[in-house]
């Protein structure tokens, strides 16, 4: 029997992505600062502006920038997409993880 072939979901697939869209998706809160990922996920600024402009352009996060208190202050939110894509991961690994359980 041949086995199914799996299109796994590259661009979340990436350590660092997988950790900030599992983050986002699982937070208490619909959106997370900037400082608060990069804190809690132990990540240099510059890394997590590469992924998060990434998931940004896949339309995976919506980033929103703004001001608070004359400081700038950056959210970040994962997006319908972002779900979607998230759960089509997850099915995917638990398939390949079934698949080689038989």
Known sequence: MAKKQYEIEKLI???VRLLIITHLASSDTEDVSFNTL???LQLTS?????????LSDA???AIHKQFRDNKPL????ITGAGRNALDRY???M????????S
């Open 38 to 40: 990069q804190k809690e």
């Open 94 to 101: 638990e398939q390949i993880l079934q698949q080689l359980k």
């Open 13 to 15: 697939h990436e350590r």
């Open 74 to 77: 950056t959210t970040i939110r």
């Open 46 to 54: 510059g890394n997590l502006s590469v992924q998060l402009k990434k």
């Open 90 to 92: 997850i099915l995917e």
């Open 59 to 61: 339309d995976y996060v």
